[in-house]
Structures are given as C-alpha cells and as structure tokens.
C-alpha cells in the first residue's frame, strides 16, 4: 500500500516521503508494492529483482476538428493577401495614370464614345477589382500602353488563381485540429500546451535532477507552480477540462484511463525513461 499517497521520492534535507521514507525511518523494514527502481531510490534502498517494465508517458486532451470561418484565407499567408490588395491598387493606378496622361485615350481623343470612367481613378480600381474577381467591367482603356497594363494585370490573376484554387483544393481536404503534440522532444520545445506531472513522485525527481539542455530539463522548466498535482485524478481532470495541459505518468496507467474514455483522452505513442519495477 502507498503511504501519504506516495511510494517515495526525495524532498530534501536528505528525506524522503511515501514507502521508502517510512523504510529510511525506521518505521517499516519491507516494502511491497509497484515501485519503480530508479537510480535515485538505488542509493537510499535495495531493491529485489524486477519482475515488469514500465515506461513513462504522455497523456493530453484528444484534439478536436477546428471550425474555422476564414480557412478559405489559408492558402496565402496575411502578408501575400496585402501583397495582392497592393498590387490591385497598383494596377488600378497606373491603367488611370496612363489613360489620364496618354494622347491616345478615347478622352483625349474627344471620341463621341469616349466614357469619363476611362479617366476616373475610382472607376479604374473598380475595373482591377472586376477582373480580380472576374466579374467584368463596363469599360476598356482605348490606348496600347494601358491595354498592356490591363493584360499584365490580367495574366497576373490567371496565375494567383490557378495556385490558389490548387492550395484551397489540398488544404480543405484535410481537417484541422487543435495544437497538438506528439512526442517528449516536441512537448519540451512549445509553450501552447503545459506539461504537470504529480509532485512528489520518481517522475518528477526524474525532471527535477536532470542534465541542463536536456528535454528532461526543459520539461520541469515548463511545470507551473499552481496548480498542485497532488493525485492522478487531478492531473486528469485538468487535460479533460482545460485541454492545454499534457499530463505525465506511467504509460500503463495512462492508458488505462485512454481506455475508459477515448473521446476526451490521447495517449502519445512517445514512450520514455523504461524502467523495472
């Protein structure tokens, strides 16, 4: 049976808690239960031969398909949608320009069907906005120069179309999910899910003493203070509930509660730190 909840971790001051803190007491001469042998517990206690192994693992919120109302948006990055609306008031621009300042447009030819619109900016960034939608317009630039602006413009469309419409093909078939994980070394190189693991414990001795730079390391620099994770049943009730903590404990206690609940439950297939017991 496990003592004050724990079967015995260091808590300094040269003590310990849990099963083996009551054998260095002097309180209990054996003790039975699934301890894991540790390098750490392997200088306080002797242990008999292993008869298991066990790993540590990771155990998250199962990730849930993201409902997104502006995923038409993702096949371009922010940047390149602002680099299209300036180059959409660019070509505006200068078909105005150029039909403004040309010899040769039907309004400075005086044409009996020449259109005030030729020579109107706001009617030249609505006719680049037509085409960019392609939608049409109701007027053409009658001069060479501008006609070669309008059909850069337009070959220009052609292409931001045709690789749009292939990134917008592949990106929705495929389902977008929450931010995940997928293994130690990725879960110690973000700072979107928060990794706990229940003090007091050969886990967290295990992230507690480990080697600066390691992703052991990195992990216990990632722990929060509060809150406290006291029982396992905290650790799962905060992933369940928060779905930004990934909580760390044996592998086979992980996925025993996977088991009883699949919907709201992810074991990571990152297995770590095997060890007898």
């Not at 990934?246 to 730190?273: M, T």
Request: aromatic fraction near 14%.
């Amino acid at each position: 049976a496990e003592y004050m909840g724990y079967f015995g971790a260091p808590v300094g001051n040269g003590s310990w808690n849990g099963i083996i803190g009551e054998i260095l007491a002097g309180r209990a001469d054996i003790g039975a239960a699934a301890l894991t042998i540790t390098g750490v517990r392997e200088k306080v206690v002797d242990f008999s031969q292993s008869y298991y192994q066990e790993a540590m693992g990771i155990l998250i919120a199962n990730p849930r398909e993201v409902q997104d109302l502006f995923r038409v948006l993702a096949p371009f990055s922010y940047v390149t949608w602002g680099l299209i609306a300036a180059a959409l008031c660019s070509a505006g621009f200068f078909i105005w320009l150029i039909s403004y300042l040309s010899p040769w447009s039907s309004w400075n030819l005086d044409n009996e069907m020449a259109l005030l619109d030729e020579v109107s900016l706001k009617e030249n960034l609505w006719l680049a906005l037509g085409s960019f939608s392609m939608q049409g317009q109701d007027f053409y630039p009658n001069s060479i120069s501008a006609k070669v602006v309008l059909g850069c413009w337009w070959f220009f469309i052609v292409v931001i179309t045709a690789v749009y419409q292939g990134d917008l093909t592949a990106y929705l078939s495929l389902k977008n999910y929450e931010t995940s994980v997928q293994s130690l070394n990725e879960l110690a190189n973000q700072n979107v899910i928060i990794p706990i693991v229940r003090e007091g414990t050969n886990h967290y001795t295990l992230f507690e003493t480990a080697e600066e730079g390691t992703d052991y390391d990195k992990i216990f620099q990632l722990l929060p203070d509060e809150p406290k994770i006291e029982t396992s049943g905290d650790g799962f009730k905060l992933v369940k509930e928060k779905r930004k903590y990934a909580y760390i404990s044996d592998i086979s206690e992980l996925y025993a509660r996977e088991a009883e609940d699949c919907e709201n439950y992810k074991v990571l297939g990152d297995k770590f730190n095997v060890a007898g017991f």
